[in-house]
């Protein structure tokens, strides 16, 4: 029987996704289609589309999107892109450089990977380029910089892994921050080495002193101290991410209003955007809690395991597997869907091989950063395309390196697991 099921399900979805019908939708039929050859009723369905699309941590998102937009409008990033030009701008590579700090650091604000390519590329394409960097290879370091946005917390796709997972969701921000870190110093070092090389480096920009840069700091201060605010309140437990992702929308709205700065037409136009965007996720996880709760129900993701396990049992070569399969899914789909859709079967599978749940969600993640940069979906490309007016080809093109050097940390993080999981831990043992 759940043979039988698990193959009219995913045939339904399949042949749904082929036709080019939305996931949410796509899931919704698919669960539809196993419904029937169960004794399960149909009331199961409108059900759970209601409590999966209610959940508590998913109010965050739209929190979080919303103080996303309304620091773009505000202008708050060029505060941010001036500290770290003045910090390393003069540096060999030093806009690259400047560019992943300043997305590390629009990261920690927005928890949107496309909303940090857009933030900060609009501001250092044109200066990269100024500079003599090939446009291509600006857009592409741009784009890189930009996947930052869900690793570094808040992040939107690990808000839905903790709530798919049922997992804590402040842990997983708290573990998604070292390897963001250590991901940004390879970039940067990358810059580094390639400002080296070919010369990339500024000569008319602010040079570096400390007058100079207390200045930029205090010019800055209530951008600066805005992930202090928030993600304080979140470690030290005064706040949840729902809580907080609220307190970040009221103090990006008074200090763009003070600043005068935000408008209330700006503002209006924030709520439309963020509108849209809550809505897509939650078209899609009310479809996608009853698909998988389907998949429990009827042990599919057992089958899924079993079919894994023929080919080994090594948990690291598992990893491998897996993300591969990853990388290539990247490719051609968003990365909420491949989250909702792909943890309630591999999840289960790496669980009984004595993977963690949290080491597996920190590597989705990165493997999430990998696909905004692999064409023909990859987001990131489509946004530092829209800022360069260049063709998506040139871009990827420029972006192999950069996605060789990402596919190489992956591997890095599977075989040191202790780096994803430290921060979830150290989190739930307070």
Not at 108 to 122: D, E, Q, R, W
Request: net charge positive.
């Amino acid at each position: 029987m759940a043979t039988t099921i698990a193959l009219v399900i995913f045939g339904t979805l399949g042949t749904a996704l082929l036709l080019g019908i939305p996931i949410g939708y796509a899931l919704g039929m698919a669960t539809v289609a196993g419904l029937v050859l169960s004794p399960i009723p149909m009331v199961y369905l409108a059900q759970t589309f209601y409590t999966g699309a209610g959940l508590f941590p998913l109010i965050a998102i739209p929190g979080f999107i919303l103080a996303g937009e309304l620091m773009i409008r505000s202008g708050i990033t060029d505060k941010i892109v001036r500290v770290m030009n003045i910090l390393v701008g003069r540096m060999p590579g030093g806009l690259g450089i400047a560019t992943m700090l300043a997305c590390a650091f629009f990261a920690s604000l927005s928890g949107s990977g496309p909303a940090t390519t857009a933030a900060i590329g609009s501001v250092m394409i044109p200066a990269m380029i100024k500079a003599g960097y090939p446009p291509a290879a600006a857009a592409a370091l741009a784009a890189t910089g930009g996947t930052l946005g869900i690793l570094i917390p808040p992040s939107n796709p690990m808000i839905i892994y903790g709530v798919i997972a049922n997992l804590s969701v402040s842990g997983l921000f708290l573990s998604g921050v070292l390897p963001g870190l250590i991901i940004t110093a390879v970039l940067a070092g990358y810059c580094y080495f390639m400002g080296r090389i070919y010369g990339y480096r500024v000569t008319d920009g602010e040079q570096f002193s400390f007058r100079l840069f207390g200045s930029a700091i205090w010019d800055g201060k209530w951008a600066l101290l805005m992930p202090v605010l928030v993600l304080g309140s979140i470690y030290t437990g005064m706040a949840t991410p729902t809580e907080s992702s609220m307190l970040a929308v009221v103090y990006t709205f008074i200090s763009g209003v003070c600043s005068r700065r935000l408008s209330l037409r700006m503002v209006a136009q924030c709520i439309v955007a963020t509108a849209g965007l809550t809505g897509a996720v939650l078209i899609i996880m009310g479809p996608a809690m009853a698909f998988g709760r389907l998949l429990v129900m009827y042990e599919i993701p057992v089958l899924f395991a079993n079919a894994f396990l023929q080919l080994t049992t090594n948990p690291t070569f598992v990893l491998f597997l897996i993300c591969a399969l990853l990388f290539i899914v990247g490719m051609f789909m968003e990365t909420l869907s491949t989250i909702v859709l792909l943890t309630p079967i591999f999840l289960p599978l790496l669980l009984s091989l004595g993977v963690g749940a949290v080491h597996f969600g920190i590597l989705f993640v990165v493997m999430s950063e990998v696909g905004f940069l692999t064409p023909p979906l990859g987001v990131n490309l489509f946004v530092a395309s829209a800022l360069t007016g260049m063709s998506i080809e040139k871009i990827s093109k420029a972006a192999i390196p950069l996605i060789i050097i990402m596919c190489a940390l992956v591997i890095f993080l599977i075989l040191v697991p202790w780096i994803s999981t430290c921060g979830y831990y150290f989190f739930m043992s307070r």
